[in-house]
């Protein structure tokens, strides 16, 4: 068991902190540091980020040989390919839930944000953020420098020590620094944004439905407030669509019959066409598929503001306006928007690869090197760490060399990775093979595989430089268009149409991560197709 020590920090600090927005000042503040019980205890691995990669690796790790440890903003794992479902009541939200603490043999938790970490002496500085109630919904950097708002930053502050690192924290929602989505428009990538899609969706029709006379909506107001807007024409945008389209023909239709007539889904996209990761057949069926069910695709368009509506349209019933390049001054009214377009780096990982560190050495490096300096090799086009294909982590390392002055001069080889440190996930980016997706079928492939290595090495069957690297095999891509069809195109084969929805269906349920899900999903898909979707709202 870890003990905890309190100790006052001062300007003294050997770690460097840096916040979300600005570098912490060292002024006079409490803060923890978790300490190793050194007496018989197993290498602890600690793990930063909850997402596909981190839960995927610390349930492949074996518990009997490391020590597990999380550190993450939020205290459990949301299986993001059923999120939208969700959204509109087809499952509850607890189906795509999955409790760090409820992983077999215990693991370590820390709820937090790492704010910054010692590679020198192996330490990660945490902000804890059990209070926060920023701990279920995605959240946005103010700015696309990818800071996070200071004025959140004041949780209590504490150091945790490891042996080996695996940073998995992910990345974030882009939104290209747009005016107005950060603040208006709604993101799908945790289960308090689809809590507030849904409460909304359900709201709109609400409002929509007093009687006329009641108050002064008009026919044309009650259309913009009945216009859903998703802006993003990948899985996730298309995915909610459908099930947007789903929710209100199979049953608002039949309790607001009046207020069909007004409702409008749009899918906006800067691309040529949507689902750019389908072929071209495929993409067309999916485009012709929501032709037929009156949802509007309309690519090649750009959004370039989303703010309120003006008077009580906007402070009271919540309308936006839409600005698209494509419609000159005109703006368009939408009720909700959704935004899926793509994502951008961590804030922590665009920290740590701004700075400079100095290296762990080993003895028998420190012949060759004088005062190691380095810095984490980045893509120089996603901003991701580079690693190699074992997930170590690639750095740029330097020394001062003495006899030549204020020279710089490489180090040795050795150095050229970083010692007991990995990265999985979106935050990686594998020298050899770049241009795989940032999607959870990658992020979980990639865990997998480091856990396997990680358990063989703990045994000295293999060590991790020697171990073969990482493969990624393809199993395909699916989507979901509505009415019960779908399109799965995989590396030798492609479905569309109700056998493509059976296997999307049953690809999701296969893996759900615990068997609680498995057993509580069908009976939602069940307990929705007999009795219809959950629309209370609370």
């Known amino acids: 068991m870890a003990s905890i020590t309190r100790f006052a920090r001062t300007s003294s600090s050997s770690l460097q902190v840096s916040t979300r927005s600005a570098p912490l000042a060292l002024t006079a503040r409490n803060f923890s540091t978790v300490k190793f019980n050194n007496k018989d205890r197993k290498e602890r691995v600690v793990i930063l980020g909850s997402g596909w990669a981190g839960y995927s690796f610390a349930k492949d790790l074996d518990p009997e ?28 939200f607890r189906t795509v839930l999955e409790p760090i603490r409820r992983l077999d043999y215990g693991i370590g938790f820390h709820q937090g944000w790492a704010q910054d970490i010692d590679f020198a002496n192996k330490t990660i500085r945490v902000e804890a953020n059990a209070n926060a109630d920023s701990a279920s919904k995605a959240v946005v950097p103010i700015n696309q420098g990818g800071q996070l708002n200071q004025a959140s930053a004041r949780g209590a502050l504490f150091d945790v020590p490891y042996d080996k690192l695996v940073i998995a924290c992910g990345a974030y929602s882009q939104t290209f620094g747009i005016e107005g989505v950060r603040e208006h428009a709604n993101f799908l990538r945790d289960v308090g944004d689809a809590r507030r899609i849904r409460l909304r969706v359900l709201s709109l029709f609400e409002l929509c439905a007093y009687p006329k006379g009641f108050d002064a909506l008009t026919d044309e107001d009650r259309a913009n407030l009945l216009h859903f807007a998703i802006v993003g024409g990948g899985p996730t945008g298309i995915e909610f669509a459908s099930e947007l389209h789903d929710l209100i023909h199979d049953d608002l239709s039949k309790m607001y019959p009046d207020l069909l007539k007004f409702v409008r889904i749009t899918v906006y996209d800067v691309s040529p066409k949507v689902l750019p990761m389908f072929d071209q057949a495929l993409s067309k069926y999916a485009m012709d598929a929501f032709k037929r069910q009156k949802i509007e695709i309309r690519t090649q368009h750009n959004i370039e503001r989303v703010r309120p509506a003006d008077g009580k349209l906007g402070s009271e019933y919540g309308e936006l306006k839409l600005k698209i390049k494509q419609y000159g001054d005109k703006e368009v009214g939408a009720g909700l928007v959704v935004w899926s ?70 180090t040795s080889s050795s150095n050229s990775l970083l010692r007991d440190v990995f990265v999985l996930g979106d935050a990686a980016v594998i020298e050899s093979q770049r241009t795989l997706p940032k999607t ?55 479905l569309r149409g109700w056998a493509a929805w059976v296997l999307w269906r049953s690809a999701y349920l296969a893996k759900s991560m615990s068997w609680r899900n498995k057993f509580l999903v069908p009976i939602y898909w069940l307990v929705s197709w007999v009795f219809g979707r959950g629309i209370s709202r609370f």
Not at 344 to 351: D, G, S, W
Not at 358 to 385: F, H, N, Q, Y
Not at 441 to 464: F, I, R, S
């Open 65 to 92: 040989k490391y020590e597990r440890i999380f550190i993450s903003p939020r205290s459990y794992f949301v299986f993001t390919p059923l999120l939208a479902s969700t959204a509109v009541g087809t499952l509850e």
């Open 440 to 494: 959870a079928q990658v992020a979980a492939q990639q865990a997998t595989y480091l856990a396997k290595v990680l358990n063989k090495a703990n045994e000295g069957v293999v060590d991790v430089k020697n171990a073969p690297g990482f493969k990624f095999r393809n199993w395909g891509v699916m989507t979901y268009l509505g009415s019960w069809k779908a399109i799965h195109q995989g590396p030798r084969d492609e």
């Open 341 to 410: 377009t793509g994502l951008m780096a961590n804030p922590l990982i665009k920290q740590l690869a701004s700075k400079d560190f100095a290296v762990p050495i080993s003895p028998e490096d420190r012949a060759e090197a004088r005062r190691p300096k380095a810095k984490l090799a980045t893509d120089a086009r996603t901003g991701g760490i580079l690693v190699d294909e074992h997930f170590r982590v690639r750095i740029e390392t330097q020394t001062t060399d003495a006899a030549k002055g204020s020279e710089i001069v490489p």
